[in-house]
């Protein structure tokens, strides 16, 4: 695991960790606390499945447009740069709405687990991911 100490500057000496219920992990609703092979067992899915069109057809899970308003109210409330530790899709619909895209371009940021991204002016960075060195290369410019 890729140790990043620039950005533990909390506690004592710097900005206080907040907790934001806003942020949570998307409900999966039935599958809640089951493993990807029980879902499977008990929901197949076609082959060809996207990850979020897996996500979206969780028996009582919660509906995008509800974590899309969810991401949105937290980021009305931020008036200074800000360091948000998240779950993975959850952090797609934040950045997503956060570069001003749309549900239909959620698929067109990269995701994955024990990732560190960076938002600025429009510019969509992958700063590090966990046992990898960061690559310039993926530097994503969004309209």
Do not use: N
């Not at 909390?10 to 409900?27: D, M, Q, T, Y």
């Not at 990732?115 to 994503?140: M, T, Y």
């Amino acid at each position: 695991m890729q140790i990043f100490p620039e950005l533990f500057v909390f506690g004592e000496f710097g900005p206080a960790i907040v907790p934001e219920p806003l942020l949570r992990e998307i409900s999966v609703g039935d599958w809640a606390g089951l493993t990807a092979d029980e879902i499977d067992t008990r929901w197949p899915g076609p082959e060809d499945e996207t990850f979020l069109e897996r996500y979206a057809r969780a028996p009582g899970g919660e509906p995008f447009d509800q974590l899309w308003e969810r991401v949105g109210a937290v980021l009305s409330r931020l008036d200074r740069p800000t360091v948000i530790v998240t779950h993975g899709i959850t952090s797609r619909f934040l950045r997503t709405r956060a570069m001003g895209l749309t549900l239909a371009d959620l698929e067109e940021l990269p995701g994955g687990q024990g990732v560190i991204f960076h938002l600025k002016d429009g510019e969509h960075r992958i700063l590090g991911r966990s046992g990898l060195q960061p690559d310039p290369q993926e530097a994503k410019r969004l309209p």
